[in-house]
């Protein structure tokens, strides 16, 4: 089983300083043949469904601000929000879709410090 | 505009069956895999089940296996969950989510399993 394991389950950060969370997967999420990592990063705020803000690890999606980057290969992700506003207060979650069993990380809880 | 609407949700009791909908639009349907994912109250996301676009292929998380039923009808741009034997571990919020890096999410409907 793929279990997708996030560090820390909490974070405060002040406002306009980089916050980091860490996902780490059991097994590798890298697919040889096209070099791609199965891994995902989702933001989710209070009373809302989760939004996709990062997918094969470092891409971006469409609308989400270049504060948001991804890194990490295999087995070791990072998700970095270079400098941190209001209104990125919320949890993020990791995802891994390398298997059809899809698997998310426990989440990691961020807040203004 | 891209919209998933859920509906389906309510309270039923343990031993109980419910089927959940999400109605899509805004999308070629008929072109996504589609799923099912949960939230229990106060606690993080769960992968429940998958689709392929054909309905060819259907994927489940182990709990849930032998007692939901994932399905689509590309006609009616709808996918379903056929929950059955519900438990209160089932009790969440279920939301029909788009693709394979799920890049679309509905707001979800609200699962009650209580006697």
């Known amino acids: 089983d793929f279990v997708m394991t996030q560090s820390p389950d909490s974070l405060a950060v002040s406002l306009g300083e980089r916050a980091t969370i860490n996902c780490k997967s059991s097994?590798?999420?890298?697919?040889?043949?096209?070099?791609?990592?199965?891994l995902a990063w989702y933001q989710q705020k209070p009373g809302q469904p989760p939004k996709l803000l990062i997918y094969?690890?470092?891409t971006r999606e469409s609308g989400v601000p270049e504060r948001f980057s991804g890194s990490g290969s295999e087995t070791d992700f990072t998700l970095t929000i270079s400098s941190l506003q209001a209104e990125d207060v919320a949890v993020y979650y990791c995802?891994?879709?390398?298997?059809?069993?899809?698997?998310f990380g426990q989440g990691t809880k961020l807040e203004i410090k | 505009e891209m919209q998933l609407v859920e509906s389906g949700g309510g309270l039923v009791h343990p031993g109980g069956s419910l089927r959940l909908s999400c109605v899509a639009s805004?999308?070629?349907?008929?072109?996504?895999?589609m799923n099912w994912v949960r939230q229990a109250p106060g606690k993080g996301l769960e992968w429940v089940a998958s689709?392929?676009?054909?309905?060819?292929?259907?994927n489940y998380m182990d709990s849930v296996k032998g007692r939901f039923t994932i399905s689509r009808d590309n006609g009616e741009n709808s996918l379903y969950l056929h929950m059955n034997t519900l438990t209160d571990e089932d009790t969440a919020i279920y939301y029909c989510?788009?693709?394979?890096?799920?890049?679309?999410w509905g707001q979800g409907t609200l699962v009650t399993v209580s006697s």
């Open positions: 989510a788009r693709g394979v890096a799920l890049d679309y």
């Open positions: 995802q891994q879709y390398y298997t059809s069993l899809y698997t």
């Open positions: 097994q590798s999420v890298l697919y040889s043949s096209n070099n791609k990592n199965y």
């Open positions: 689709v392929k676009e054909d309905g060819s292929e259907k």
């Open positions: 094969w690890a470092s």
């Open positions: 805004g999308f070629t349907f008929s072109n996504s895999w």
